[in-house]
């Protein structure tokens, strides 16, 4: 009898350690995703978005809604040293990247005091691929091209690394580069504009019930994606794990 009932209490221990283990696994991930990324995120259809701090103010009477922060997004080549590598640029104002306690954080070396300025960038360990640290610079190119006397040349721009962080997640860490919005806006020659509007709300899990309120402020131009949307492929294989462990 003992042994039976020992054989149980270590079945069922066994079940909740597992169980307990993948659903902070789950939740160490989310945290991390929604730190660095908005629960929901505007899109334009057509051209880049004008008059974006109008919009955000309007977004931001939604009932829900803690921040909106306009943003630029775009595709790079990163070089430095000679080494090569793709990095997504996301141009934010000093003040939204600072409410993002995630990066504030995870620096690990250098300050976000220069941010603000027009030639510093923030990277991850993107920087250590292409051997730079904090004061060195790197020579972003924009897929983008610049038409000149002997015609069109891709358009780029050398910039100072004024930090480094890491969050811990490779995909992040080794992709985004942080960037003033005025210096990304020149950069990509995108006006006084934004691609990107993210909204972070007060409760994430019931972001569904938001849907239908944004929708009816952006209008038809303009589209919403949630992060469950944006990350349904990613916790879809979680939650499949998890049954199998179950």
Not at 197 to 220: C, F, H, S, T, Y
Not at 225 to 240: I, M, P, R, T, Y
Request: glycine share 10%; with cysteine.
């Amino acid at each position: 009898a003992g042994c039976s009932l020992l054989g149980i209490g270590l079945g069922v221990a066994t079940l909740i350690i597992v169980m307990s283990v993948m659903n902070g696994f789950r939740a160490e991930l989310i945290g991390r995703i929604l730190g660095l990324n908005g629960h929901m995120s505007v899109y334009s259809k057509g051209a880049p978005m004008q008059g974006f701090d109008e919009l955000a103010v309007r977004i931001g009477e939604i009932p829900g809604v803690l921040t909106v922060t306009p943003q630029l997004e775009g595709q790079v080549m990163a070089m430095a040293n000679g080494i090569a590598s793709g990095a997504l640029v996301r141009g934010l104002r000093a003040s939204a990247l600072l409410s993002r306690q995630i990066v504030p954080d995870n620096i690990t070396t250098g300050s976000l005091e220069e941010f603000s300025s027009s030639s510093g960038v923030i990277m991850g360990a993107l920087a250590r691929r292409l051997r730079v640290g904090v004061g060195d610079k790197i020579t972003l190119i924009s897929p983008s091209t610049t038409v000149t006397v002997i015609g069109s040349v891709p358009r780029m721009r050398s910039f100072t690394v004024s930090a480094l962080f890491n969050v811990g997640m490779y995909e992040y860490d080794n992709t985004f580069i942080y960037m003033p919005l005025k210096a990304a806006q020149l950069f990509f020659k995108s006006g006084d504009a934004v691609n990107a509007v993210e909204v972070m709300v007060d409760n994430p899990q019931r972001v569904d019930e938001l849907r239908l309120p944004l929708a009816k402020v952006i209008g038809g131009e303009k589209y919403a994606v949630d992060w469950k949307q944006q990350n349904s492929s990613f916790f879809n294989a979680l939650e499949v794990e998890r049954n199998v462990m179950f």
